[in-house]
């Protein structure tokens, strides 16, 4: 039998969402779809993929979702699916609002902190569930523990035709874009935390941009002390060195050269990490809208 539990994301009360992120929220009535960045959305029957599969940017306006695991867990068939308040199978990728306003983020936690199983949404599934990476059939492990909580940002995409004029005309890694959560606090895999953005490294993979948006999350006892780079500095000394030089060399211990960082190799400010949000979550909505080639890449 599946394994269900269910994640409420701390202190939410209010029904503010978003398809696009714009600069304030906004609030919906009830069952009705969102209209966001720019004016753009779909009604639900009027959009049908190629698949024939209906998509809709609703975001969830309840921030209560229930994580649902599926398989044994450090298998190739251990899937952990989100599910809406009636049931139904709901993407974490597009389906969670980006923005909860303020400058307040949710963040879908994928490794937990210290640990070291490299798990990652599954964008080419339906639902795209949180599973174990693989590579020659094999899943995957970092080769020591991450230190810090890691997952994505809902609806955003790294858009792999855009070059990126300030990081080396680096194309983006065709992902939702990753955030390092510096907290206290060891979250469970599909945990939805309210977040605020500290600050942005320009990760160098192979040759395509791969951002790490630094962030804490709200409910963490240091959070009310850090609002940008340089507290995370004071309060929390050495950590974004620490940050990039994990990332910087987790695949030299199997065989391959160390990840580079573009802008100067240094930690850019909250307001730098703001903005690719921002341009990330357009690039996002190009691709749901069906702008741009969505390729193998699940908008359901």
Same mark, same amino acid.
């Given at each position: 039998?599946?394994?269900t539990r269910v994640l409420t994301a701390a202190t939410a009360v209010t029904q503010t969402t978003s398809c696009f992120l714009a600069k304030r929220a906004f609030l919906l009535p009830a069952k009705k779809s969102c209209g966001g960045f720019g004016g753009l959305c779909f009604n ?30 450090? #298998? %190739? =068939?251990?899937?952990?699916?989100? *599910? ?5 199978? +709901? ?6 609002? $980006?923005?909860?306003?303020?400058g307040v983020f949710n963040f879908i936690v994928e490794i937990p902190k210290e640990s070291k199983a490299k798990m990652e949404v599954a964008t080419d599934e339906d639902f795209t569930p949180i599973k174990q990476d693989t590579k020659k059939g094999k899943l995957r492990y970092y ?73 804490? #999350? %709200? =409910?963490?006892?240091?959070?009310? *002390? ?5 507290? +995370? ?6 950590? $974004? ?60």
């Amino acid at each position: 039998m599946a394994a269900t539990r269910v994640l409420t994301a701390a202190t939410a009360v209010t029904q503010t969402t978003s398809c696009f992120l714009a600069k304030r929220a906004f609030l919906l009535p009830a069952k009705k779809s969102c209209g966001g960045f720019g004016g753009l959305c779909f009604n639900r029957r009027a959009l049908v993929l190629k698949s024939k599969r209906p998509f809709s940017c609703s975001a969830i306006y309840n921030p209560q979702v229930k994580v649902q695991e599926e398989g044994p867990p450090e #298998s %190739l =068939d251990y899937r952990v699916f989100f *599910l809406d308040g009636s049931g139904k199978k +709901v993407s974490p990728w597009h389906d969670i609002p $980006l923005t909860l306003g303020d400058g307040v983020f949710n963040f879908i936690v994928e490794i937990p902190k210290e640990s070291k199983a490299k798990m990652e949404v599954a964008t080419d599934e339906d639902f795209t569930p949180i599973k174990q990476d693989t590579k020659k059939g094999k899943l995957r492990y970092y080769p020591y523990n991450i230190n810090w909580n890691y997952g994505l940002l809902p609806q955003t995409w790294e858009d792999p035709s855009h070059a990126n004029s300030e990081v080396e005309g680096c194309f983006g890694d065709n992902d939702p874009v990753d955030v390092v959560e510096i907290g206290e606090t060891q979250r469970k895999i599909g945990d939805v935390l309210k977040i605020k953005p500290l600050a942005a490294l320009a990760m160098i993979d192979e040759g395509e941009l791969d951002w790490k948006i630094v962030a804490i #999350s %709200l =409910d963490d006892p240091k959070a009310h *002390l850090v609002n940008d780079v340089e507290d +995370v500095e004071k309060h929390f000394p050495g950590t $974004l060195t620490a940050i990039r030089d994990w990332f910087r060399d987790y695949k030299i211990p199997d065989g391959k050269p160390a990840n580079r960082f573009g802008l100067g190799d240094k930690p850019a400010n909250k307001e730098y990490a703001l903005k690719i949000i921002h341009e990330t979550n357009e690039s996002w909505a190009k691709l749901v809208k069906r702008s741009v080639d969505a390729g193998d890449l699940s908008l359901y």
